[in-house]
């Protein structure tokens, strides 16, 4: 069920090789405008932030693997532009632009400081949450969207079938697992749930060290 | 056109294989369509390259080191405090911050992309994107932190915090020894980047 993105526990990457506190926010000019770019087509609203991430995950893992991070980007959003009807295949292997009925909601400079500052809060209204802080839970085994095989979810797949105890609610949210594919944003209470590292891992660096991660109603059932 | 299946699973494979051409490529094609602004871009660029970055979230914890009753309201609800001094915004919707104490050093990652809390933090560095950071990190904290020249105490248990919601996470390092007499502002000068991400300690004056 897991696509090459869900990495969490993975052996043999190496080591981590830390950047200098005061290095460059952009290390090369294109990273730069390959965000600015993604930034301001999203503005055109044709996707959700769901969407976009679910388009950088289903690249071929060849491609996942040997592309830098805005390399991803750049290809997700060349995807997700054809995708959703934005720009042609013709016009992206460089063939003459059409004039495009969304042009009217393109994002004008004296509106991105705005854009930026007001976000989009994924917290709604939604039903009352079923589990309380200290609840033991057991998560949804194989990780997986249940609508679409091979569908855009959030719960990792170390954590699959595993129990934790809920120690924060955070109310009602966004459900990716629909949001991704058009299903709607079916909003779901959502918890953090932490693991004993010895639940996780069959050889725990230390016992007693804990992971969380931050998961919907309908990923849990309870667990006594 | 030859209508080939795999061709059209890769549309992006019709851009030009270099990367920066790539993006030039994209940019150019939007621009020509009228879909985006390249005045846009640029106050997009400005903003996360000189406005929003690590020192926003320097100042939220050298305020939380100096006022215990602020720390207080920013444990118990990060979004709103963080949103009254005026960060809040994209990738910055939901905060919550962990305080890091002699009992309990937190971590903050993303292992299925690269959630960040950019109106505290910024743009997240190279490191925090990578592959290696993102596979190990929920496994083997302790050897990660080796990697960074941290070495905790045996007694000092680590909580790593995956985010995989819109729930972004701020770390409040411990305060350094010797800091008694330090305003915020010079506090606010010890606390670096990394120490916010559980990565790194704050710097000793």
Redesign the interface.
């Known amino acids: 069920m897991s696509r090459v ?15 200098p ?1 005061d ?8 990273h ?6 993604t ?3 999203g503005a ?1 609203g044709q996707w959700s932030l769901d969407t976009s ?1 679910h388009a ?2 289903r ?2 893992p060849k ?1 996942y693997t040997r592309f ?4 991803k980007w ?6 997700l ?3 959703n009807g ?2 042609s ?6 063939g003459p ?4 009925p ?2 009217a ?5 004296d ?3 705005g ?9 709604r209204e939604g039903p009352e949450p079923r589990f309380h802080p200290g609840a033991r839970v057991r998560t949804r085994k194989p990780a997986g969207n249940a609508q679409v095989p091979g569908g855009h979810t ?3 797949g ?2 699959a079938g595993a129990v934790g105890t809920v120690i ?1 609610r ?1 109310g009602c ?2 459900l ?1 697992d629909a949001n991704a594919h058009g299903f709607g944003e079916q909003p779901e209470p ?1 918890y ?1 749930v ?1 693991f004993d590292a010895a639940d ?2 069959s050889q725990p ?2 016992a ?9 109603e309908s990923y849990l059932e309870p667990a006594s | 056109m030859p209508h080939d299946h795999h061709d059209h699973d890769d549309d992006h494979a019709l851009l030009p294989p270099d990367p920066a051409l790539r993006v030039k490529a994209l940019e150019t094609l939007l621009t020509r369509k009228g879909l985006i602004d390249p005045a846009a871009l640029d106050e997009i660029i400005e903003t996360y390259a000189h406005k929003v970055g690590p020192r926003n979230g320097a100042q939220v914890v050298a305020k939380a080191w100096s006022d215990p009753a602020f720390k207080e309201r920013l444990l118990d609800d990060a979004t709103s405090v963080c949103a009254d001094l005026g960060f809040y915004g994209r990738q910055g919707e939901h905060l919550v911050a962990v305080e890091n104490t002699a009992e309990q050093h937190n971590i903050v990652v993303c292992t299925l992309c690269s959630c960040y809390p950019w109106p505290l933090l910024g743009i997240p560095p190279g490191w925090y994107k990578s592959d290696a950071y993102r596979a190990r990190v929920v496994r083997e904290p302790r050897a990660v932190l080796a990697d960074f020249g941290v070495q905790l105490p045996d007694g000092q248990a680590v909580r790593v915090w995956d985010s995989t919601a819109e729930i972004r996470y701020l770390v409040i390092p411990q305060r350094p020894e010797g800091t008694d007499g330090l305003d915020e502002a010079a506090l606010a000068d010890l606390v670096t980047r990394d120490s916010m991400i559980g990565c790194g300690l704050a710097n000793t004056p």
């Open positions: 993105h869900d990495m969490g526990g993975r052996y043999g990457d190496g080591r981590v090789k830390p950047d506190e290095g460059p926010v952009f290390e090369k000019d294109w730069a405008r390959a965000l600015a770019v930034l301001a087509a055109l991430r950088r995950e690249l071929s491609d830098s991070y805005y390399e750049m290809a997700g959003l060349a995807n532009l054809v995708a934005v720009v295949r013709a016009e992206l292997a460089g632009p059409e004039p495009s969304l042009s909601r393109r994002l004008p400079a509106r991105v400081a854009v930026l500052a007001s976000g989009g809060p994924s917290l959030r719960l990792p170390y954590a924060l955070h949210h966004v990716p959502l953090t932490v996780l891992w660096e230390r007693g060290d804990e992971v969380t991660c931050d998961l919907w």
